[in-house]
């Protein structure tokens, strides 16, 4: 009973380096998101994919991509990360119906 | 813009105290509105829903209302147990699928 999953769990970067943050889900969700959480800031919507084949910016997209790879994968890149970017960063996805969203354990990134 | 507004900001209460946990939001177009509980260090676990329609859901020890007209929600623990310190947030889904959410209620139960 996976729910949805985030790779890495932990990463550690360098100024101007790239990653791509991994998630899936295996509940057959159409709408995926990318959120970050910084202490004080809550939870801010960085993109989010209402179906496969769409994909919108939310509050913070600025510095981040995202593809919307099948119904499943959701990713996210830095493609030249900043120190500002050191957050805890979740994956979430909900179904269209019902519109329960479940999220996933989180990847912690530091930048330095 | 939908700001989506928890207070207090944190709580302190002894054990079995009941628990009463407050969300406003600005815009009341919601599609449903979701309470989350999340660990220090942990992902967010869903513990109740509400679609826009009702009124109220229940489960177990917990109960939260919504009030769409008045753009509010309040989620109530009842007899309080140091297992339920955490922090609390609510979240509202718009018709554009969109979710956004309040900043957390962090609650301490004390023995």
């Known amino acids: 009973n996976a729910g949805v999953t985030q790779t890495p769990k932990f990463q550690v970067l360098k100024t101007g380096q790239s990653m791509t943050l991994q998630c899936a889900q295996d509940?057959?969700?159409?709408?995926m998101y990318w959120y970050r959480q910084d202490p004080g800031m809550g939870l801010r919507l960085i993109y989010y994919?209402?179906?496969?084949?769409?994909?919108d910016k939310g509050e913070v997209p600025n510095g981040y991509n995202v593809s919307r790879l099948n119904k499943r994968e959701f990713s996210l890149r830095l493609e030249s990360a900043a120190p500002s970017q050191t957050s805890v960063y979740f994956c979430?996805?909900?179904?269209?119906?019902?519109?329960?969203?479940?999220f996933g354990q989180g990847t912690r990134l530091t930048v330095v | 813009k939908q700001e989506v507004t928890q207070i207090p900001a944190a709580l302190s209460v002894p054990e079995g105290e009941n628990l009463v946990l407050n969300c406003s939001f600005t815009?009341?177009?919601?599609?449903?509105l979701q309470w989350f509980r999340q660990d220090p260090g942990k992902g967010l676990t869903s513990l109740l829903l509400?679609?826009?329609?009702?009124r109220e859901q229940t489960s177990g020890r917990l109960n939260a209302s919504l009030d769409k007209s008045s753009g509010r929600s309040t989620l109530y623990i009842a007899a309080s147990q140091p297992g339920d310190s955490a922090t609390y947030l609510c979240?509202?889904?718009?018709?554009?699928?969109?979710?956004?959410f309040g900043a957390g209620t962090t609650v301490t139960v004390r023995a």
């Open positions: 979430a996805s909900s179904e269209r119906t019902r519109g329960e969203a479940f």
């Open positions: 509940m057959n969700h159409n709408s």
């Open positions: 994919s209402a179906s496969e084949g769409t994909t």
């Open positions: 815009d009341s177009a919601i599609y449903n």
């Open positions: 509400i679609q826009s329609s009702q």
């Open positions: 979240a509202v889904r718009h018709g554009d699928y969109k979710l956004s």
